[in-house]
């Protein structure tokens, strides 16, 4: 995600670095839509999800369905498309966090901004 610059040695313009922040920032936004719409969709393919016999006909033995694609069909399809969406998901998850971190200034690590030591405090007196 550099330039040729960034592997030569040569040091970048600011115009040149802040061209690429604002790129990193028109990404990030961009995944976080995606990521948004997925969340949508993950969670209207869930909902749409039935368990095994789970309709009225299955409350008392029985093995009929209602579904336009028959009953093993829709399942299989809804299991594909919440596999896919759930992995997705998790890509886009992943991303945000390493675009976050690359595009924010703050450091590297959430420890980052914490103080050196614990405060300690005095030993407890002996009892009587």
């Known amino acids: 995600m ?3 610059a960034d592997f030569t040695g040569q040091q970048n ?3 040149e670095a802040q061209e690429s922040s604002s790129q990193m920032q028109a990404l990030l936004y ?7 719409i997925v969340c949508f ?12 016999s789970a309709d009225l006909a ?3 033995g029985g ?11 829709a399942a299989n399809l809804l299991t594909k498309m919440t596999t896919w969406a759930a ?12 675009l976050y971190l690359r595009s924010s200034n703050t450091g590297n690590s959430v420890f ?3 103080k050196g030591t614990a405060p300690v405090s005095a030993p407890a007196k002996p009892g009587k």
């Not at 992995?87 to 390493?98: E, G, P």
């Open 41 to 52: 969709f993950l969670i209207g393919v869930v909902l749409l999800q039935q368990g095994k």
């Open 2 to 4: 550099g330039s040729l």
């Open 63 to 73: 093995q009929g369905s209602q579904t336009a694609f028959g009953p093993r069909a």
């Open 30 to 36: 961009a995944v976080i839509v995606l990521h948004v």
């Open 87 to 98: 992995a997705l998901f998790m890509i886009t998850s992943i991303s945000l966090t390493i």
């Open 13 to 15: 313009t600011p115009n």
């Open 58 to 60: 299955g409350t008392f």
């Open 112 to 114: 980052s901004g914490m």
